[in-house]
Structure formats: structure tokens, C-alpha cells
């Protein structure tokens, strides 16, 4: 599926929005981080990944959150970001990791499910990230299964549910009205128009 200018266009600036909303939960993350420790503030987690599940769920193309996660995560990279390179990379992880939901359904279904599987993929392939680039010592048995189990809920809510309900606030006012959300949302409303009058 080819990609429309006006699609380019809204990726890259909702991309660089989330991308500058990254870096200031960055900064937030280092206080909290020390107020309750890496894994109490693994609770964060899903903010690093709603880029992904906003623009595949207005744009609903191939690659779309994938391209939006890393397209964030490197602004957050050159707006200063205190994880440095490690933000970037991450972001391509997190990128495959939201990605790989829509494409288990081959891009036909954007529901809730499917956005909040995504924030939860993109959380598991976060910690992928995090063993391959510290080693298998980074984390003790029950640190791992208490950070992955955090970012995965973390990511399915803050990442996946909460994208959906920025962009149907979003979809309400009318600014999406010619992208492919609305399109199909049209048309699930003429086919249900349709067998209601049967």
C-alpha cells in the first residue's frame, strides 16, 4: 500500500510530538526512578510507546508503527534525551514489537485489542532490547518478570489504550476527516445502515 503525502506529512508531526512528550517523560522518569526504584517506575513505560498505536490506528498502512516509533524515538535522541543512543535503539525494538500486532492480523483490524497488544509487544521487545544490549546478568529472575510484567500492562494501557483515546478525542473534531480511519469508520456505518434497513 503506497502512502499518501498527507499521510507522510501527519506521521512525521504527530512522530515529532510524541518524540518531544518521550524527552520530557524522560526527564520525569529520572526523580520517580529514584523515588521508587527502576522497577516502580517501569509503570511509565507505555508513554515511550503511544507514537506507534496513534499513527498505525489513523493510518492504518504497513510499517506505519513501526516508522512513527523510531521516528519519535529519534527525536527524543536529538532533543537531548539523557538515555542517549540506547533511546534510539530501543526504539527500533519497541517499533517491531508494535508492529508485529497489526501484522498478525495483516492490517485489517484496529480495535482496542489490537492497540493494546501493540503497547504490549512493544514493552516485551523493550526488554529484548534491554537483555541483548546489558547481557542475561542485567536482571535478577524476579526484577525480570516484575519489569516485563509492568511494561507490558504499562504499554498495553499508557501505550495502546490511551492512544486510541487521543485519537478518537482527535477524530472528533474533525481534523482526520481524510485519513484511512475515518474512511473505514464511514463505511462500517453505511454497511450497518444497510443491513439495519433489511
Not at 513501526?66 to 527500533?92: K, N, Q
Amino acid at each position: 500500500m503506497k502512502w499518501k503525502m498527507k499521510e507522510v506529512v501527519l506521521a512525521v508531526i504527530l512522530s515529532v510530538a510524541c518524540g518531544v512528550i518521550y524527552l520530557g517523560w524522560s526527564t520525569l522518569w529520572i526523580p520517580i526512578s529514584a523515588l521508587v526504584g527502576p522497577v516502580g517506575a517501569g509503570f511509565m513505560f507505555g508513554i515511550w510507546v503511544i507514537a506507534s498505536p496513534i499513527v498505525a490506528y489513523i493510518i492504518r498502512k504497513p510499517g506505519a508503527a513501526f516508522i512513527a516509533e523510531v521516528a519519535a524515538a529519534a527525536v527524543e535522541l536529538l532533543t537531548g534525551s539523557h538515555f542517549g543512543l540506547s533511546a534510539l535503539l530501543v526504539g527500533v525494538f519497541q517499533g517491531i514489537g508494535s508492529e508485529i500486532a497489526f501484522a498478525l492480523f495483516r492490517y485489517k483490524r484496529y480495535n482496542l485489542f489490537t492497540l493494546m497488544l501493540s503497547g504490549a509487544l512493544a514493552g516485551v521487545l523493550g526488554i529484548v532490547y534491554n537483555l541483548v544490549a546489558n547481557g542475561f546478568g542485567y536482571y535478577t529472575t524476579g526484577v525480570f518478570f516484575a519489569t516485563l510484567a509492568i511494561h507490558i500492562i504499562s504499554g498495553a494501557i499508557l501505550g495502546g489504550w490511551l492512544g486510541k483515546v487521543v485519537v478518537d478525542a482527535l477524530a472528533k473534531t474533525g481534523v482526520l476527516e481524510q485519513y484511512e480511519i475515518m474512511k473505514q469508520t464511514r463505511k462500517k456505518g453505511e454497511i450497518n445502515g444497510n443491513i439495519s434497513r433489511m
